[in-house]
């Protein structure tokens, strides 16, 4: 069975900084999609970066974080990592770890960790 657990959430200042990690287990895959998204109060969930696991590689930032968020990821460890960056109190929000295998069509979320960032 698959499981995505989510650490690092947390409180923050504007202007400041966390850093979020993902640790993948229970399966192996081969072509995926791995990364972040956010649930801000009242809003849609949206993307907040992604790794795509293929020939070749990418990588996907939501407009909204690029140049501030870098993700990575460990693949002998499976873990993903958010280093976030001059948060904004826009980035207050749940944030969800989420994998996308593409081989078999499933995907799996954590249950969310939450980043509040104050004025």
């Known amino acids: 069975q698959v499981h995505l657990v989510e650490t690092g959430g947390g409180l923050a200042q504007s202007g400041g900084s966390l850093i979020l990690t993902c640790a993948i287990s229970g399966g192996k895959f081969t072509v995926y999609e791995m990364g972040w998204y956010r649930r801000a109060p009242g809003k849609k969930r949206e993307l907040v970066a992604t790794?795509?696991?293929?020939?070749?590689?990418?990588?996907y930032y939501g407009d909204s974080v690029e140049g501030r968020f870098i993700i990575s990821t460990d693949n002998a460890k499976n873990v993903i990592t958010l280093q976030m960056g001059n948060l904004q109190p826009e980035d207050t929000a749940v944030y969800y770890c989420h994998l996308d295998d593409r081989e078999y069509g499933t995907e799996y979320w954590g249950k969310g960790t939450v980043v509040g960032v104050s004025e």
């Open positions: 790794v795509f696991r293929g020939s070749p590689d990418k990588i």
